[in-house]
């Protein structure tokens, strides 16, 4: 089965640097979604990729889905205490999306 | 508007004992999703409701699982005769895009741990 990847599992940046996190598919994906948890928190909905080779941005926050439709990637440009959490990427598999283990992300000031 | 909401927010269950967790909707999202997430790990998927029917259940580990949902409205995932791998964050989501699945939107959660 469909099966998603997600490197580094954990990131530790200075405020003002930059991350990013990726995302790769066994198979090739009819879209991609994007989460962030902070902790102790829920899963909250970031943005959904559907074309080959999509590119989105929200703020300093950059969404990529690659040619292939097998991988993604969110940048985060200029991190902020705020952006602490982890990030995870979901795969649409029939009626399931399918989670990747995510990336924590630490920033400290 | 309301969001999802669960409860209970946190259960503490001797192994062996039967559990039920309930999730409330946000109104009128006919697709509700059930997850579980073990610490520090992804979400796995449990199973999927389309209105009151459940066409993926492909994601419940055992036959100990079991869930039902009373029209567009309230679910329940019953857990019997629990084990301590069954510890877990229990997560529901609704979403108002029905079919392969679209921008969910995830309750707070029921905590459970199996002692």
């Known amino acids: 089965g469909q099966q998603v990847m997600q490197i580094p599992q954990y990131q530790h940046v200075q405020e003002g640097e930059d991350f990013t996190t990726y995302c790769n598919s066994s198979?090739?994906?009819?879209?991609i979604q994007w989460y962030k948890q902070r902790p102790g928190g829920h899963p909250v909905f970031l943005i959904q990729l559907v074309k080959s080779g999509e590119v989105k941005k929200q703020k300093r926050l950059t969404f990529q889905f690659g040619e292939a439709k097998k991988n993604s990637s969110l940048h985060i440009t200029a991190t902020q205490t705020t952006d602490v959490g982890t990030y995870f990427c979901a795969g649409v598999s029939g009626y399931a999306l399918n989670f990747g283990k995510g990336t924590s992300l630490l920033v400290t000031p | 508007g309301a969001g999802v909401s669960q409860s209970p927010s946190n259960k503490v269950t001797e192994k062996g004992k039967d559990v039920e967790l309930r999730c409330d909707p946000i109104s009128g999202h006919t697709a509700l999703y059930w997850y579980r997430q073990r610490l520090g790990q992804g979400l796995e998927f449990l199973i999927y409701?389309?209105?009151?029917?459940?066409?993926?259940k492909s994601g419940l580990p055992s036959d100990r699982f079991s869930a039902e949902r009373t029209g567009e409205s309230v679910s329940t995932l019953t857990i019997q005769r629990t084990q301590q791998e069954d510890s877990a964050v229990y997560l529901c989501a609704s979403s108002p895009i029905t079919g392969p699945p679209g921008e969910q939107y995830f309750g707070p959660g029921t905590r459970l741990t199996v002692t």
């Open positions: 198979t090739t994906l009819s879209n």
């Open positions: 409701f389309q209105g009151n029917s459940a066409p993926d």
